[in-house]
């Protein structure tokens, strides 16, 4: 099968490239490299250009007329920007993706498989979740994320377009081959940002102390990008049986059902690491919540998947990464 990557020059793009790659499926990808990696396209068929920009969409389907669906996770997802840049993260979340599918409904495209995000539930008292759980984005980034859902939503129940969002949790990890990993030299995540005072010796900040979790800090569903790249290909295998009625518009929770907190991330990251992290509290950020993780099982049942991989797992793929990421990426090693 070929699919469209919209956004397949970034982390979690390039990785589902790779996995359709190693499953025999050809991936064509579209970005526009303001965050994805030119590097991550080598030797890809890729396409330099704005997932809303019609004439370079039209140039895809001209050249690709074969292409029988369309993942669609080109994203700005840092949640303090957003915050301080409500107009652009709407723009480029919410427009941009309202001119691409309309662009595919044009195409005769039916078959979409939509990056969410689990940011979008309401939190609750038990920091569990499913998809029938009570739906409040908290940050502007999450609001983003949610406003795309129902638009799309909409949009199924009026065209022959259907749609299945598939809402991460927490993404940590790398490509196991190594060929691709997180492409920004200061991801802002927690296990970024661990890995960050890991290598210059200084003290890890959880920001978010009193939250009523366990130990007070924040609570994630870490989930490895390579289970998350095999749930994708999965549901592009199986995305016609979950249609198979008058459904148009599916979700599936992406997570290991496995709530760890940020100061549990520390202590698994200090059983890998060479040298420990210390830790000093500071507030939350701007848009931060106690966090959640799934309870679900509907990716086992409708799709057969189910995450593999560990937390350590993760660690241990993440610090291989940046271990040689200067070579993969060579202009980090430039700008320092």
């Not at 991936?27 to 920009?53: K, S, W």
Request: glycine share 8%; charged share 25%.
């Amino acid at each position: 099968m070929k699919v469209l990557l919209a956004g397949g020059a970034g982390f979690i793009g390039s990785t589902i490239a790779s996995c359709l790659i190693d499953a025999g499926h050809q991936p064509v990808i579209l970005d526009n490299l303001v965050t994805g990696r030119r590097e991550f396209c080598e030797g890809r068929p890729f396409y330099e250009g704005d997932i809303a920009d019609r004439a370079v969409l039209d140039r895809v389907f001209d050249e690709h007329p074969d292409i029988s669906a369309v993942v669609h996770c080109a994203a700005l997802i840092v949640v303090p920007d957003s915050v301080a840049r409500p107009i652009h993260y709407y723009r480029e979340n919410v427009a941009k993706t309202l001119e691409l599918v309309d662009h595919l409904v044009a195409r005769g495209v039916t078959r979409l498989v939509f990056s969410s995000s689990a940011s979008i539930y309401e939190p609750n008292d038990e920091f569990s979740v499913d998809e029938s759980s009570a739906l409040a984005a908290s940050s502007p980034y999450a609001r983003t994320k949610l406003v795309v859902e129902q638009m799309l939503t909409d949009i199924t129940a009026a065209t022959g377009l259907r749609v299945l969002s598939l809402r991460y949790f927490n993404p940590i990890g790398a490509d196991p081959k190594m060929r691709t990993g997180l492409q920004v030299p200061a991801p802002s995540h927690a296990l970024g940002k661990l890995i960050e005072a890991h290598r210059a010796g200084a003290p890890f900040r959880v920001t978010g102390v009193d939250y009523p979790t366990r130990d007070g800090s924040g609570i994630r569903d870490y989930v490895h990008v390579w289970d998350l790249a095999g749930a994708h290909l999965r549901a592009l295998e199986v995305f016609d049986t979950l249609f198979a009625g008058d459904e148009r518009y599916q979700v599936i929770n992406l997570g290991t059902g496995t709530g760890t907190t940020v100061l549990e991330l520390v202590e698994a990251f200090n059983r890998v690491a060479d040298d420990p992290v210390a830790v000093e509290q500071a507030p939350p950020r701007p848009g931060d919540q106690a966090g959640a993780y799934t309870r679900s099982t509907r990716a086992a049942d409708l799709l057969g998947w189910h995450a593999e991989h560990s937390v350590a797992d993760g660690i241990r793929d993440t610090l291989a990464w940046f271990a040689q990421r200067d070579r993969v990426l060579p202009d980090l090693a430039e700008k320092r």
